[in-house]
């Protein structure tokens, strides 16, 4: 077993009891099927076909004694073996019954011509006087028979519920472990993706993560309920067959047999060419997954800049590919499904008649045995169609599987449970050099201290390395060369977790959930109560805005806040910092894309939040940072000026240049 078989082979071992339970009542009703072509032969053979079989003459009366001109009859089987009346015998050649009132050896074949009844070939051919019997006579000699047969009939039925309901029985336990195993492999995977560093996502898109959790999981889901049960039952079946058939005559188990190896080379040619029509279109499919992702986010974009005709472009030449794989994998599935089983069915049965016609089997090849053997052939094809048709949902499963493995083998960072005491927030950078991509430095020998309380304004163009800092100082990425610490320990001694349990940050485009405005502020964290959630709107100058709206801070939020103001999204971003009281607060062009009224409402706020908090800002407005204590002023990834406003102008350097830029009304530096 691969890899991969294992990995999902243990998942499925946590449900291990209802799945046994569930193979455990598959294979019971496989065996109440294969009873059916067993009383279709007793039928045939001994209540249908009987009515040939040695009659005797009797004196005694019984329910299976037959009264035929004034003479009574009972047959060999129903005799209670003392017989030693005259033997007769009842012959139904083509539709008619003849009686034979004298033995007849049991030859073929036989034929009636000028009411004899003559047996054998033509140069040995004997001959017996014979009497057709009229419907009614028949019938006399089948009566016996219909309590028998009634009998059986009902047993049969008896065995068709009972295995109906073991086969709803199974089908349930199936589906409620496929459906446990999904559900906690989903957890894991989503787990898993919090754990995932940022660096991951900038080379995944969205759709294609959410691809694997949803799509690929669902894939996975039918390889343990219908698979798995197609599978199981079909090996079942077809050693249950070829036992049942070595039951009736080992010769018919023979002829049966080259099924087996029939089967695993057709297995395995269909995995070779499908596996890789399979990884084509999973990866296709994900790849239209994730252009849809992104087109839906970036829509304004697409239709501002009037890119419908391209993307719908794109779009079709991914798809059409996924078509083509498909249209491929549909051929094969075609091919090798139902029109081959039936080929090599339809030439089991001519086996088998000719078989029975001829020398080998005719003499000892009852009507009712070449009834099962037919039936238990055309049984057999049955679960061989399941199998090779679930060949295509096998293969689906093991490359979604391949696929959500890969994911969940990425390397992540378990998340803490451990609570870290609210440190002061004294930081240190020193000597920090960073890249994204080796080779391409961002940061260049970054060396700066900020107290706590103290604010730190990063500026620069945009590329500078502004955001880089804040993103080794939160541990979206870590740091690769030189020394980052708070309050005198390198933070990679530190979890991300703990570490980021006492900070706060602001984004220029702040990101909110599906919600209200309080749980977009709390983040549905118990220990921010609701009087923290007001204080903090309170605090940035927005509780009483939000109160405005017909259910004030309870409003309900969709997805990203669209329904809110860039303005209103911002200010709850505040808030939710503020309300989990970081000791460090990072406002990342915060301040952009608010109004200068709402602007002037934070700004007032902030100066009571920042005291006793080490506080970073970036800002492309220099006006909002004059009030820091410290400004660094970056170029290409280094520290080119530092100091406070007033310091910085005095010197008449970059950051003087910048200020005079944007009070003289030009275009603001981006960040």
Not at 361 to 381: E, K, N, Q
Request: charged share 20%; with cysteine.
């Amino acid at each position: 077993m691969n890899t991969t078989g294992k990995r999902l082979f243990r998942y499925a071992l946590h449900y291990k009891k209802p799945i046994i339970a569930a193979l455990v009542l598959l294979a019971l009703a496989v065996c109440a099927e294969l009873v059916g072509p067993i009383y279709a032969k007793k039928m045939i053979d001994v209540h249908i076909m009987g009515i040939q079989k040695p009659w005797y003459e009797t004196q005694e009366n019984g329910p299976f004694v037959v009264p035929y001109k004034g003479k009574h009859y009972i047959r060999q089987d129903h005799a209670d073996g003392g017989q030693s009346g005259k033997e007769v015998r009842i012959f139904q050649i083509s539709r008619s019954y003849y009686f034979v009132n004298e033995p007849v050896p049991d030859i073929s074949p036989k034929k009636v011509e000028n009411g004899r009844l003559i047996v054998g070939e033509s140069d040995q051919a004997v001959s017996y006087p014979a009497v057709k019997l009229s419907n009614v006579e028949a019938y006399a000699f089948y009566k016996p028979e219909f309590p028998g047969l009634i009998s059986l009939a009902f047993t049969y039925f008896a065995f068709l519920l009972v295995g109906a309901a073991l086969a709803y029985g199974q089908r349930y336990l199936l589906q409620v472990s496929a459906n446990r195993i999904i559900r906690r492999m989903r957890n894991d995977i989503f787990a898993h993706i919090q754990r995932l560093p940022v660096r991951y996502f900038d080379n995944l898109p969205a759709g294609k993560v959410v691809a694997r959790v949803t799509n690929d999981t669902e894939s996975i889901k039918e390889l343990y309920v219908t698979v798995l049960a197609n599978f199981f039952s079909g090996i079942i079946f077809i050693v249950a067959i070829l036992g049942a058939l070595f039951v009736l005559d080992w010769r018919l188990a023979v002829i049966s047999i080259p099924m087996v190896p029939i089967l695993y080379f057709w297995i395995v040619i269909y995995r070779k060419f499908a596996a890789h029509f399979n990884h084509v279109i999973r990866s296709r499919l994900s790849d239209i997954n994730g252009m849809i992702n992104e087109s839906i986010n970036g829509m304004t974009i697409i239709q501002a800049f009037r890119r419908e005709k391209q993307i719908e472009t794109e779009f079709a030449e991914l798809n059409d590919d996924y078509f083509r794989h498909r249209n491929k994998l549909l051929r094969l599935n075609s091919f090798m499904s139902w029109n081959l089983v039936n080929v090599f069915r339809n030439l089991f049965f001519l086996i088998g008649i000719w078989m029975f016609a001829g020398s080998w089997l005719g003499p000892v090849l009852s009507v009712g045995m070449l009834y099962a053997f037919i039936d238990y052939i055309g049984r057999m094809m049955q679960p061989i169609v399941g199998i090779v048709n679930q060949l295509a949902n096998l293969e689906t499963a093991r490359v979604s599987a391949e696929r959500v493995f890969q994911l969940l083998d990425e390397e992540g960072v378990e998340v803490s449970e451990d609570r870290l005491a609210r440190y002061k927030g004294n930081v240190r950078f020193e000597d920090v050099s960073f890249a994204y991509k080796e080779g391409e430095d961002v940061l260049k020998n970054i060396t700066f201290s900020a107290r706590q309380g103290e604010t730190v304004a990063l500026v620069g163009h945009t590329g500078s390395g502004k955001s880089s800092i804040l993103n080794l100082l939160f541990r979206f990425y870590d740091v690769e060369r030189g020394t980052i610490s708070i309050d005198g320990t390198d933070i990679r001694d530190i979890s991300k977790q703990e570490l980021r349990q006492h900070m706060g940050i602001v984004l220029q485009d702040p990101f909110l959930f599906t919600g209200t405005i309080a749980s977009n502020v709390s983040l549905s964290d118990p220990s921010i109560s609701r009087e923290k959630v007001e204080q903090a709107l309170r605090d940035v100058g927005a509780y009483e805005m939000f109160m405005q709206f017909p259910e004030g801070i309870d409003e309900p939020v969709i997805e990203k806040g669209s329904t809110l103001s860039a303005g209103q999204r911002q200010l709850i971003s505040f808030a939710r910092a503020l309300a989990f009281d970081p000791a460090i607060l990072i406002l990342d062009e915060a301040t952009a894309s608010i109004d200068t009224e709402t602007e002037s409402i934070i700004q007032q706020a902030l100066d009571v939040l920042k005291r006793g908090r080490t506080t970073f800002v970036i800002a492309h407005r220099l006006s909002t940072i004059r009030a820091a204590d410290q400004i660094l002023v970056l170029d290409r990834g280094r520290i080119v000026e530092r100091g406070n406003h007033d310091e910085l102008m005095e010197r008449g350097g970059k950051y003087y240049a910048m200020y005079q830029l944007q009070q003289g009304g030009a275009v603001g530096v981006g960040a």
